[in-house]
């Protein structure tokens, strides 16, 4: 925690890591019909929890790595809830809203096979588990215009013009960004062989 709070985003990244699973199983626990209707995913709850957390992480005290895991177990519940209660608000389209926010089937998984090279998108549960995991993290490491043009383009999958629009930007700036962005976080994802499990 000393680590982190001085700012030591390997820190930050190790701790995040170690969540993953127990978070994600808190979650899928957690999400209601309504929720599993919209097609969201434990990714999506996990990525807007990681983002709320990476901010407020190095101003957080933690005595242990549970009081640490049910501080983002609650902002994940804080989620589940703000998500439930904007689907429940639209009651004409519950897929709309679901693609209003981007959300599709197996989203991540494509980001991860984007950003990994073919030999080494893991194949077994397990593996492609702990490879999200560190996607979820690594995103996190992104500036903010590099982690909205990749929601935008690969999550909620909007054209460039629109993502142009959005950020006030030249579609051609827009490509340029995009491309940047896919090459840092395939930069910050390094080898598979650094975070998938050996079998």
């Known amino acids: 925690m000393a680590e982190i709070q001085a700012g030591n985003v390997a820190a930050m990244d190790s701790l995040l890591l170690a969540s993953y699973d127990p978070l994600r199983s808190a979650i899928a626990q957690q999400m209601s019909d309504t929720l599993r209707k919209a097609q969201l995913e434990p990714e999506d709850v996990i990525q807007e929890t990681y983002t709320a957390a990476w901010a407020n992480l190095p101003k957080s005290q933690f005595e242990s790595f ?16 703000d998500m439930h209660r904007a689907i429940v608000a639209d009651k004409r389209d519950v897929r709309r809203q679901a693609a209003a926010w981007g959300v599709k089937s197996g989203s991540y998984v ?9 030999m080494a998108t893991p194949s077994h549960g397990a593996a492609r588990s702990e490879a999200l995991a ?32 959005r950020l006030d930007r030249s579609e051609a700036a827009i490509h340029m960004l995009f491309h940047r962005a896919l090459k840092q976080l395939r930069e910050l994802m390094g080898a598979s062989s650094d975070y998938l499990s050996q079998t």
């Not at 549970?66 to 809830?81: D, M, P, S, V």
């Open 110 to 118: 494509d980001l991860l096979e984007q950003v990994t090279s073919p």
């Open 134 to 165: 560190v996607l979820m993290v690594r995103l996190q490491q992104l500036p903010e215009d590099y982690r909205q043009v990749i929601h935008w383009r690969l999550i909620e999958g909007l054209p460039v013009a629109e993502v142009a629009k």
């Open 66 to 81: 549970e009081g640490f895991l049910g501080w983002l177990r609650q902002i994940a519940e804080n989620k589940l809830i």
